[in-house]
């Protein structure tokens, strides 16, 4: 009949609704993700981005809440299956004091770019010699890798 369509429309629409909210509690496909050291969410266009990811100077404080963050992502982005920071190598090289045998730039192509450092970098491919399996991408934006060297940073300075 002419009125069945209506309801079944209506139910569609629901779960539509139903899923959106969903996906917008869990924060969409990057579940995890939830922390922004702005006010709303992360947006790298922001007028206080750039400062935000901008590497810190040595004697700078810990920022608390980022390394945090970066805690929580050095987790569950995979990177403690691979690196302890207590000093004991598991895959790869152990990353307690990387704040101060390296720096940031290196840390932040290595992270975000490592098929290319292997290709061109010559730390990077002794390392690989050493630990003979490649350091995956790991597709992390911007802000997880500045948020994960603050908690390195940490570590480096409290060792946790
Ligand atoms: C599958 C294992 C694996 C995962 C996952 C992994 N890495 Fe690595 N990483 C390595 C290996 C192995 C090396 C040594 C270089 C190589 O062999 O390519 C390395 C090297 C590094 C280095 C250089 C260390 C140094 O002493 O200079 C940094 C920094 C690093 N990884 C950070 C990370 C971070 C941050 C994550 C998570 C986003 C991560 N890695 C995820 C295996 C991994």
Redo the contacts with the bound molecule.
Sequence with gaps: MYAQPLPRLHSTLFRAAWLVLLLFATGGCDGEEEWSPLEGPWDPNHPEAQAILAPPAADDPIDREMADAGER??RV???L???RVDGTDV???A?NG?TE??EYEW?RA??MK?DSM?QVDP??QD??R???????D?G?GEL??RA?WEYLRRVDREGR
Excluded: E, F, S
């Excluded at 050493?130 to 995956?136: A, E, L, S």
């Design positions: 992502w050095y982005r995979g990177c299956a691979c690196h895959v790869g090289p990353l990387v045998r390296r840390y290595m992270v490592p292997l730390i990077a390392l690989a050493m630990y003979r399996v490649p350091m995956p790991q992390i997880r890798t994960i």
